[in-house]
């Protein structure tokens, strides 16, 4: 039985990341915000490694050291050399910030935006740097035309991250984004709007097509996983979503995946 479980989830794995990130090409580069390496196996770092190839690269953005080492690891151990680490967090201005640390690394966050009342902190803090992604991608010269996908999920830090990246967004040509939004706390809200109605509106108005859907409405997670293991942690309370987002030649297939 334990063997069976461990092919099934094998192969669960195996469509799940082939369902992620559709628009993403060979020789294109990916940007990941925020990369929780707690299950490093199915990262979307190393989805997006797969998905550029040899020719393409991976920049993967994060200021928690854990995860840095985890993922260094995974790096100097495996085939993943086209994968760039920048220890940052990405905001809308360039600045410092405390830096709460989860218990989990997923539940880190900055700790000037509202809190995710859902997380579990540790207590421990840090001063960290912050800066947009304008900069960093010009100061690691990533040219903004090869970016084929950026994938945002850097716990309530979303719409300032976008903020930040303003002309990249502009100039950018054919180019996808899945961006986590729609808590159900104070860290789901800018100003007292949901922050999927926020970010929606501002990527509408770079020429971006947006699509906004919760995790149990989704083709994949919403009818297939919850058919087949039922996670209670997405089908039996409220949870967040995910909006797709696409400019250019990019398109949001309905069966696109996000986990």
Excluded at 42 to 56: A, N, Q, Y
Excluded at 86 to 102: D, N, P, Q, V, W
Excluded at 185 to 195: E, K, Q
Aim: aromatic residues 12%.
């Amino acid at each position: 039985m334990k063997r069976l479980k461990q092919i099934f989830f094998r192969l669960f794995t195996r469509v799940d990341q082939w369902l992620k990130f559709p628009a993403l090409k060979k020789g294109e580069t990916g940007i990941q915000i925020g990369f929780d390496m707690l299950y490093p196996v199915t990262s979307d770092l190393f989805e997006m490694s797969r998905k550029v190839g040899k020719s393409g690269m991976v920049i993967g953005i994060d200021p928690d050291p854990w995860n840095h080492r985890v993922a260094e690891e995974k790096i100097t151990g495996g085939t993943y050399r086209n994968i760039r680490l920048i220890r940052l967090a990405t905001y809308s201005e360039r600045t410092r910030a405390i830096f709460l640390f989860g218990k989990k690394g997923s539940w880190s966050q900055l700790g000037n935006i509202p809190v995710d009342e859902t997380a579990d902190f540790s207590g421990e803090v840090s001063e960290i740097q912050l800066d947009t992604l304008d900069h960093i991608l010009a100061d690691h010269r990533i040219d903004i035309h090869r970016i084929g996908h950026v994938n945002i999920t850097n716990n309530g830090a979303e719409y300032h991250t976008l903020l930040g990246f303003e002309n990249g967004l502009r100039d950018a040509e054919n180019m996808a984004l899945t961006v986590i939004a729609g808590r159900y706390d104070t860290s789901g809200t800018i100003d007292g709007i949901p922050d999927h109605v926020r970010i929606s509106s501002f990527l509408q108005s770079l020429g971006y097509r947006t699509r906004f859907r919760r995790i149990h409405q989704l083709f994949w997670w919403g009818f297939f996983v919850k058919l087949i293991i039922n996670r209670k942690w997405i089908y039996h309370g409220k949870n967040y979503g995910v909006i797709f987002a696409a400019k250019g030649n990019k398109r949001i297939p309905f069966y696109q995946s996000f986990s």
